[in-house]
């Protein structure tokens, strides 16, 4: 009778950084349905189809069971003891022989907010380096760099509710209705409902775009340019915040300045958007109570992303649209715990709460709290790990719940060092393109197989409960952690996720009040999070989190893409689908999505199609500097003229985006310019 008893547990969905609760009806290891419920602080009873239809993958028959150790070419199945005692063996070697920063780790925007504490503890006080990182490289720092030079917080300005409450809406370079999408429904119903205003800002005429009161398609990476511009007009038209700006902001007269060249003349000539549409933005601007700007890869995953991402900050601060309800920055996480895998300190240069690792009375806390001794120095960040490999300076890593052989951009460069590496062990549900250059391949259990809590892109803090038991022998990321850390004579005692939270609390003032009893059930909490449990929805009400309270106005500059030879006569561009889970390892192995979308395409403009001959269905080759795949192709004016758009989730080998992409960079961040590559394509 028990084995068939019908389960239901509450969970946060594991495909983007909404953060939709639900709870998942589950008899022995069938999951029979997803029911979301009013309960919901997000959602309420909404879900997309990734949440509702996209958790096949639980029990497909590739999941990692079993620890696998390399020999030659080939793995063999081993005990956890085995492979744990192999690791500790190495690490130790390797550690002795070139020192803690021979190594790097690389941790998981996938795993929970404890399992990320966990990495970056590891990292730190169990091996002795900086050299930690998570995936936000690939996506938002350089949105957080903008916020944390600006208002002082890198993360959303207010909640969900503020996001549907505002006047105004402007997404630039975001699909939300395909990343996002319970997001978008709320603004879609904002938009018809509620009288809110839209703008969208892309180079493709996606979803919301079609929907928006105001379409700019600006020429690729001018983003900055036509933000810069509008901002300049708004101040010139006397339409600034002057009390807000009197009161709570430094450095008015230096941003004036800085912005004397973004004449609307100059904005129409670099970014190609007319006059009249941009004068159109600053006037719906100025008029409307309360303005939301969102933005996600279109803007950061340029060699400019920061200062994109800053004077998106600016615009805000200008017009007063920071502290107030509905209006604010709204940076859109992509996975869905970008966001906790920053705060609890995955990241080379800071702590969990974003306390810098070079701040003595800090580093004193945790050294105290650890009882080690830490190293002072920032480390190394993905891209400048993967170089030190390269170099051969890096010799060993430890990568959990990321596929960088296929996320990575230039992914040829990135498997040149994955090879180089002289140990590697890869902790993950799959046996994934980066397993295959593994030592060491470490079984995990996905999120409904564990506890923990994941932070969304609001900051709003929630716990998972375990609804399976974990598949084979795979293990929860912490437990794993928890167990190799002892095999190199820590002595961590973890028995529950509860107790790892309540020591990062313990430890990290943004966090103080977070305890897994005020996240029962369908509780959140927003941070900064007060010791009497009090939580922050709405940033900025009475202070900046700057020495005087004032948040500061930055002058920026543009940075105009990286150009290439002009053989490479097409802009690529890329991104996400609906039905896709980033590069698709999780929903490739979930049947009904896969049915539905089977494999990556390219879009190119009927323009382009007309041209070249080309129609859809057709296969062609597309080649970068760096390397070539072979789609199909659909014929859309989504995009336009030399414009081709390729998703980023692909079930082969031939067809994978980041074969094309860049090693170029942010230039603050180093986030891969993915959004900056040129292709030239073949009719084959
Ligand atoms: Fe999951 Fe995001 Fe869809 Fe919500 S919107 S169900 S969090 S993928």
């Not at 205003?197 to 900055?224: Q, Y």
């Not at 961590?492 to 790892?500: A, L, N, T």
């Amino acid at each position: 009778l028990r084995a068939t008893r019908i389960k239901r547990t509450k969970t946060v969905c594991t495909f983007c950084g909404v953060g939709c609760t639900f709870e998942v009806w589950t008899k022995g290891r069938k999951i029979l349905k997803i029911q979301p419920t009013p309960d919901a602080p997000v959602n309420g009873i909404s879900t997309c189809v990734k949440g509702k239809f996209g958790w096949d993958f639980i029990n497909s028959e590739e999941r990692l069971t079993k620890p696998l150790i390399r020999k030659g070419d080939e793995f063999y199945e081993a005990t956890w003891e085995e492979a744990l005692e192999l690791i500790a063996n190495k690490f130790q070697e390797i550690r002795e022989r070139d020192g803690a920063d021979a190594f790097g780790f690389i941790s998981s925007s996938k795993c929970t907010n404890e399992e990320n504490y966990l990495m970056q503890k590891f990292a730190r006080a169990v091996i002795g380096t900086n050299n930690v990182d998570n995936c936000s490289r690939y996506c938002q720092s350089p949105a957080t760099t903008g916020l944390f030079r600006t208002v002082g917080y890198g993360g959303d300005a207010g909640t969900i509710y503020d996001m549907a409450g505002a006047g105004l809406a402007i997404i630039v370079g975001a699909n939300p209705a395909e990343a996002h999408p319970v997001i978008a429904t709320r603004l879609k119903r904002a938009h018809k409902l509620n009288g809110q205003k839209l703008i969208v800002a892309d180079l493709r005429k996606n979803e919301m775009a079609e929907r928006s009161d105001l379409f700019l398609r600006p020429a690729p990476g001018t983003d900055h340019v036509w933000l810069s511009a509008v901002t300049k007009y708004i101040i010139d038209q006397g339409w600034h915040d002057r009390e807000f700006l009197t009161k709570r902001v430094n450095g008015f007269d230096e941003y004036v300045k800085s912005l004397e060249k973004y004449t609307l003349e100059y904005a129409e000539e670099v970014t190609r958007i007319p006059k009249e549409q941009l004068i159109q933005t600053a006037n719906m601007i100025y008029e409307a109570d309360g303005t939301a700007i969102f933005w996600a890869m279109g803007v950061t995953q340029h060699c400019g992303g920061s200062e994109t991402s800053t004077a998106i900050s600016n615009l805000l601060l200008v017009t007063g649209n920071f502290g107030r309800p509905n209006a604010g920055a709204f940076p859109l996480r992509g996975h869905n715990n970008v966001q906790g895998a920053c705060d609890f300190g995955a990241l080379p240069n800071f702590f969990p709460g974003y306390e810098l690792v070079t701040d003595d009375a800090v580093r004193e806390r945790y050294e105290k709290a650890w009882n080690v001794k830490l190293p002072r120095e920032k480390g190394l960040d993905n891209p400048g790990m993967v170089e030190a490999i390269h170099k051969g300076k890096l010799k060993a890593m430890y990568l959990m719940g990321e596929d960088m052989a296929w996320v990575d951009s230039n992914a040829n460069h990135i498997h040149a060092a994955l090879e180089k590496l002289e140990f590697f062990v890869v902790q993950d549900v799959f046996f994934t393109k980066t397993a295959q250059f593994a030592d060491v391949i470490l079984p995990a259990s996905p999120s409904l197989e564990k506890e923990g809590t994941f932070t969304n892109t609001e900051r709003r803090i929630q716990r998972l409960y375990q609804a399976l038991e974990p598949l084979g022998e795979s293990l929860p990321d912490w437990k794993i952690i928890t167990a190799l850390a002892n095999h190199l004579g820590a002595h961590w005692c973890y028995e529950h996720p509860g107790e790892i939270m309540a020591e990062a609390a313990s430890l990290t003032p943004l966090f103080a009040g977070v305890t897994y009893e005020r996240l029962e059930g369908w509780n959140s909490l927003l941070w900064p999070v007060n010791a009497d449990g009090t939580d922050t929805p709405l940033l900025y009400t009475e202070r900046f989190p700057f020495p005087d309270g004032k948040a500061q106005l930055m002058p920026t500059d543009w940075v105009p893409p990286v150009k290439t030879g002009d053989e490479y006569d097409l802009v690529l561009n890329n991104g996400r689908l609906l039905e896709h889970f980033h590069e698709g390892n999780m929903t490739n192995k979930s049947r009904g999505l896969l049915y539905k979308v089977p494999d990556t395409f390219v879009e190119v403009s009927p323009e382009l199609a007309k041209e070249r001959g080309i129609k859809d269905g057709s296969l062609v080759r597309l080649e970068s500097e760096y390397g070539a795949v072979k789609l199909r192709v659909i014929v859309t004016d989504r995009v336009r003229g030399n414009e081709v758009y390729v998703p980023m989730n692909s079930t082969n080998e031939d067809s994978a985006v980041n074969l094309l992409t860049n090693s170029f960079y942010d230039l603050v961040t180093h986030t891969p310019a993915y959004k900056e590559t040129r292709v030239k394509m073949q009719v084959l």
